[in-house]
Every structure is written in structure tokens, then in C-alpha cells.
């Protein structure tokens, strides 16, 4: 990959640290919410699902937009609400009547830039121009390595967040949530820097929606794309991407299915806790390649697929995110509590998108065909 782009890649990486401290900073305050205050928890317990609501409708609503004012300002305008949620946080439950709604304010400022994030960042990477195969390699493993990156960022908000308040005392949280807000701000600013390329060549226009819905092999995608946030939270995890180099992109993410699906067997069918354990790390081992892998499919099968198919995509993914979670709840509901056959049924979602796999394979690459 061309040297220039290199920075790219790296403001693309932090950009998904910036989604993991919005999606998982505020959640550690729930409870000092409740208690100060004196919210109570089935409001408290609906800011999660806001945020996941107003993120899927951005998935959906940002196409245009962003195809309107570019990649470049979409993303300092993703990371500066992103920041400025952040911040009000720490300003509107003291200065409204009632702090639930200056709480849900900001959770709504900052999951808009979060799902603008979602659907920017890959395609971003995804331009990044690779001439030879050597340089396309470097942008399938830059591909792999993203989601890795929000684990990474999940992992950093809880461990310095929970040691922040050991040390300073919950009661500071605000002092952290501004600390948290620099990195959007910064990356917004390298943002403003850094080259971007053209998503689609000149001359050239991205599918609409409509064109989109006709093509075959989008609707496979779209539902591997379903199954690849199922698979992954379902069962919480840890990404990582580094075995892609050896095996390549279509291979790893067969093998990594194959995986899943043996991962969710042990954790169903083992007797002892620790090896239920086991399994749920390992499970996290083989989902991290899903999410990137599908969109580095996508834009090798439909290259003029445009905002619209990363969008589409994006919101697919939400869509499989909040519904993994859900199926595995509503059974293991059903049956007495029962969370091992709970997240035996969520082996639908790995086995489905080991199905995608191999259908996609059989497609042609050019819409015209499919």
C-alpha cells in the first residue's frame, strides 16, 4: 500500500477505538446514574437500546449525505459529535429539569457520530489504493485488523476506566469522560490531513438502493453480514486477524466459521464451566475475521457498490449484533434459564454464514452476471 496512505489506515484504526469509548463508556456509569440521579433502571436500561436505534437509523439515513458533502467531512463530523457527546454528558443531567433526558441527549449526539463511523471506516480503508498484490495483501490484513481494534478499545475503556474510578473515585467521572473526548478530537483533526481516496473511480457512479436490491449477490452478503455480528455477540470475544496472512481471506473466514460453529458446541455441550469458558475464548479467536472479511468481500463483488452497500452492510451487521444476543436471551428464557441452549441456537448464525461463504464463491464478481 502506497506510503502516503499508511496514516490513513492508522486514523482509521483509532476511529474505531473512538466507537468502542462511545459505545461502552457510559454503561459503566449506569449504576452511579441510578443512584445519583435517582433514575430508575428500566430507564437507565433503555439508553443501551437508544443508542443501538439511533446508530441503526443513521446505518440507513447516512447514505446520501455523506455521498453529498464526502468521505473527509463525514468523518470530522462523526468524530466532533462523537466528542461533543462526551462532553455534554458531563453538562446536561446538571443543567436540565430532569438529567435522564440531558443523559439521553448526549447518548443520542454521540451514537449519530458513532454510526457514522460504522459506515465510514471501512470503505475509507477499503479505497486505500493497492496496485499490486503485495499492497493488496497489506489492505486485506489492514481490512482484518480493523474490528480488532474496537475490541481493543472495548477492552482499554473498561480496565482504564475501572481503574480511573479505584484511584480518583467514581465521583470524577467527568474528568474521564473529557479525557475520553481528546481522542476524537484528535483524530478528527488528523482526519482533516490525512489523504482519502475516491471510493468509486472518477467517472464512475456507486449502486442505489434500488440497483443494490436487484443484485443477488448483495442479499448474500447482507445476510452474512446479519450472521457476522450474531456470531460475534452472541458470545462476547476478542478479534484477531493474524492467521489471515497465511491462509488468506476466503479460507480464513471458512476455517474461522468452522471454528465458531465447533466453539458454540463446546460451549453448549461441555459439562465443566472451565471448558465452557475455554471455548467461548476460542470463539472469540474465530469471529474477528467476519465483520471486516464480508466488507472486504463486498467490495471485491460489487466494486461499484458504493455509501449505500457499506451502509446497507453496516446496518446488517447491527441488525445480527443486537439479534444474536436476543435469540440467545429468548431461548435460554424459554427453557428454564437455560443459557447453554440459549447459545446452542445461536449456532444458526455461523452456520448461515458459512453458507454465504460458500454461495458467494459460486457468484460472478460483476453485478451484471449475478
Keep these: 500500500m502506497e506510503n502516503q496512505y499508511h496514516k490513513t489506515i492508522t486514523a482509521c484504526f483509532v476511529g474505531y477505538i473512538v466507537q468502542a469509548v ?23 436500561t433503555l439508553l443501551v437500546t437508544f443508542n443501538f436505534g439511533i446508530q441503526l437509523l443513521v446505518d440507513l439515513l447516512s447514505v446520501g449525505l455523506i455521498d453529498k458533502i464526502g468521505y473527509r467531512a463525514s468523518m470530522i463530523i462523526a468524530h466532533a ?44 480503508v477499503e479505497a486505500c489504493p493497492s496496485g499490486n498484490m503485495e499492497e493488496r495483501h497489506s489492505k486485506e490484513k489492514a481490512m482484518s485488523m480493523l474490528h480488532s481494534f474496537y475490541c481493543w478499545g472495548h477492552a482499554g475503556v473498561v480496565l482504564i476506566s475501572t481503574l480511573f474510578f479505584y484511584v480518583a473515585g467514581i465521583d470524577h467521572w467527568k474528568i474521564l469522560a473529557i479525557i475520553w473526548a481528546v481522542i476524537p478530537i484528535g483524530n478528527a483533526f488528523a482526519f482533516a490531513r490525512v489523504p482519502i481516496a475516491p471510493l468509486i473511480e472518477d467517472g464512475e457512479s456507486g449502486l442505489g438502493l434500488k440497483e443494490l436490491f436487484r443484485i443477488k449477490i448483495f442479499w448474500i452478503l447482507l445476510v452474512m453480514m446479519v450472521c457476522a455480528g450474531a456470531s460475534e455477540q452472541a458470545v462476547s470475544q476478542w478479534a484477531s486477524a493474524f492467521a489471515e496472512k497465511g491462509l488468506g481471506l476466503e479460507r480464513f473466514m471458512i476455517y474461522s466459521s468452522f471454528l465458531c460453529i465447533l466453539s458454540y458446541l463446546g460451549i453448549s455441550l461441555f459439562p465443566a464451566p472451565q471448558l465452557s469458558l475455554a471455548a467461548c475464548a476460542v470463539c472469540g479467536l474465530s469471529v474477528g475475521i467476519m465483520w471486516p472479511g464480508t466488507f472486504s468481500k463486498a467490495s471485491a463483488a460489487l466494486p461499484r457498490g458504493g455509501t449505500a452497500m457499506f451502509a446497507l452492510l453496516a446496518l446488517g451487521g447491527d441488525i445480527g449484533c443486537s439479534g444474536g444476543p436476543t435469540l440467545v436471551g429468548m431461548v435460554s428464557g424459554a427453557l428454564a434459564d437455560n443459557l447453554k441452549m440459549g447459545i446452542l441456537a445461536g449456532i444458526i448464525f455461523p452456520l448461515l454464514l458459512l453458507m454465504g461463504i460458500i454461495l458467494c464463491r459460486n457468484q ?7
Design 22 to 44: 462511545v459505545n461502552n463508556f457510559t454503561p459503566l456509569l449506569f449504576l452511579f446514574f441510578q443512584k445519583k440521579y435517582h433514575i430508575p433502571l428500566s430507564q437507565i
Design 364 to 370: 460472478k464478481e460483476s453485478p451484471n452476471r449475478c
Design 81 to 124: 459529535l462523537s466528542a461533543a457527546g462526551l462532553i455534554l454528558l458531563t453538562v446536561l443531567p446538571e443543567i436540565l429539569p430532569a438529567p435522564f433526558i440531558g443523559i439521553l441527549t448526549a447518548v443520542m449526539i454521540y451514537a449519530i457520530g458513532g454510526g457514522l463511523l460504522e459506515v465510514l471506516v471501512s470503505p475509507v
